[in-house]
């Protein structure tokens, strides 16, 4: 899964979890879970995901709904494996794209 969000700095929960289509109560089990997950609190308590937090969080997605994943299993995966996992989902969102930008090109023929 690819998420679409705008490029900023920081996003609120309720934006992170409209662009997964997943409740915010998944968002904040996934943070209490997953030790890479480490988004910033403003003064009142509200969550601020970084770029690095959705790059995360897309990993995560990836491996658990789409993959199915247990959690433990997940876990087990990212600690392993983080940066093999990080590379090669990359370069799936990479081809992802490239293929979405083809669909448009031949859409357009």
Do not use: C
């Amino acid at each position: 899964m690819h998420v679409d969000l705008p490029n900023k700095m920081y996003y609120g929960i309720g934006e992170v979890a409209e662009a997964f289509g997943v409740n915010t109560s998944l968002i904040r089990f996934w943070e209490k879970e997953f030790d890479i997950l480490k988004p910033k609190k403003n003064a009142k308590g509200n969550r601020k995901f970084t770029q690095e937090d959705i790059k995360n969080l897309e990993l995560i997605y990836h491996l658990v709904k789409e993959r199915g994943f247990t959690l433990e299993g997940a876990k087990t995966h990212l600690k392993e494996q983080k940066q093999e996992s990080l590379s090669s989902f990359d370069i799936i969102r990479k081809l992802e794209a490239i293929k979405g930008q083809l669909i448009k090109i031949k859409e357009q023929l």
